[in-house]
């Protein structure tokens, strides 16, 4: 029976169909031809070329499945990479969308008889991380690209040094202190000559120690004003410059008060938009998942991507993976320690020292690093974490 001609209706059809997938029983990998049905594969069982193939593979049938394994290996990595990156997928999506591809290398002309297999071939061989789940095989790239891990390197350098940045200006700023302290000598008393200032002016002493209610005031004479009366009003007087100028003295701040409160200012500023941290208690603050943890506290056990976090339930032991967003801090009792998550003191550990609930703020000691001791005022509850 000859071939359809071209424009005929059967002709398109066939065209058609071989634009699209076909069963996988009815390909062959050796000829790299796929049969739309089982009298199409028979038949090209049976013909020449496929028995050249096979008489070919039959000779080193070794060095064909390596090169049909190398093959399928270095595409579904290079789309595992290109497509989701170092992230966390399922072994069975990036399959699908593998063989969604009309001209890919099957599995069945491989040394791996599953997809099982091959997921657990790659985490031994350290191509990904693979972990099983109840949901079936997850893997996750590895990146060994020179250029991505000198790129980590860098970003990893430039961390460090401004860590060491920040120390080294909090170091400089203790021995600021230090030298101010061990300068400063305390202030003697000094006593003056009682001298009044004007000579016309009389002294008096008020005795009485006050009028009792039922009695009337006294009427003002018409000698004039009552001197005991206006010695009150001088000595107001006079105590305003003094209290003024005490005012002053307490207002002036000297050049390393002003430093000490630019660099808390300055610390305070440095805040990010992430907050996880391994090893502090928070609460879950979402339904989604259901009433049983609503409310319920839990520890971290990993943070992914800054912003996900692997928790522990307090109560039941279970293990869950949610976002930062649905997660709070949670404040200790005081005298107990907890970890400063935001902020420039981030990553100290603390202990809290009192709780302003009106301002929804603290006051925590510095409990680690180069200023372990030093107390901090005005810590928002969001920025500091119960350790666990």
């Known amino acids: 029976m000859g071939k359809a001609e071209f424009l005929t209706p059967k002709a398109i ?42 008489l070919l593979a039959s000779e080193n049938p070794q060095q064909f499945m390596d090169y049909f394994s190398e093959e399928f290996r270095n595409e579904f990595l290079e789309l595992l990479r290109r497509r989701f990156g170092t992230k966390r997928v399922h072994n069975n999506v ?28 790659l985490g ?15 893997i996750q790239y590895i990146d060994r690209d020179p250029e991505t891990i000198c790129r ?29 302290k061990e300068g400063k000598e305390e202030e003697a008393p000094v006593f003056t000559e009682l001298k009044r200032e004007n000579e016309e002016e009389k002294v008096a002493f008020n005795l009485n120690k006050g009028q009792c209610a039922s009695t009337p005031a006294p009427k003002s004479s ?12 001088v000595k107001r007087k006079e105590a305003g410059p003094a209290s003024s100028s005490e005012t002053k003295d307490k207002k002036k701040k000297s050049a ?21 941290h391994t090893g502090i208690v928070v609460k879950l603050i979402t339904k989604k998942l259901g009433e049983k943890y609503y409310k319920k506290k839990a520890v971290i056990k990993e943070v992914q991507e800054k912003y996900t976090a692997i928790i522990k339930m307090i109560d039941s032991g279970d293990k869950l993976k949610v976002d930062q967003t649905h997660l709070e801090t949670v404040i200790p009792a005081p005298g107990k320690k907890l970890l400063v998550v935001n902020g420039g003191y981030r990553g100290n550990e603390a202990i809290l020292n009192s709780i302003h609930e009106q301002s929804f703020s603290a006051t925590i000691i510095i409990d680690s690093g180069p200023l372990q001791g030093r107390k901090v005022e ?11």
Request: charged share 35%.
């Open 222 to 233: 018409s000698l004039g004003p009552n001197p005991l009366q206006a010695i009150p009003s």
């Open 378 to 388: 005005s810590v928002q509850y969001e920025d500091i974490s119960k350790l666990a």
């Open 13 to 54: 059809a066939n065209r058609i169909k071989s634009k699209g997938l076909q069963k996988l029983r009815w390909y062959c990998q050796m000829c790299q031809k796929q049969c739309r049905d089982e009298n199409g594969f028979k038949c090209h069982c049976m013909s020449e070329s496929h028995q050249r193939q096979l």
């Open 256 to 276: 390393l008060d002003e430093i000490m409160e630019f660099e808390e200012q300055k610390k305070r500023s440095l805040r990010r938009d992430h907050w996880l």
């Open 152 to 180: 980590q390197q860098e970003l990893e350098k430039k961390k460090k040094q401004e860590l060491d940045d920040e120390e080294r200006n909090a170091k400089f700023i203790e021995e600021l202190v230090r030298r101010g």
């Open 94 to 121: 990036i399959y699908n969308e593998y063989i969604s591809h009309r001209e890919h290398v099957h599995m069945n002309a491989t040394m791996w008889e599953t997809l099982t297999d091959f997921t657990k071939w």
């Open 124 to 138: 031994r061989e350290g191509y990904c991380k693979v972990d099983e789940t109840p949901k079936g095989w997850y």
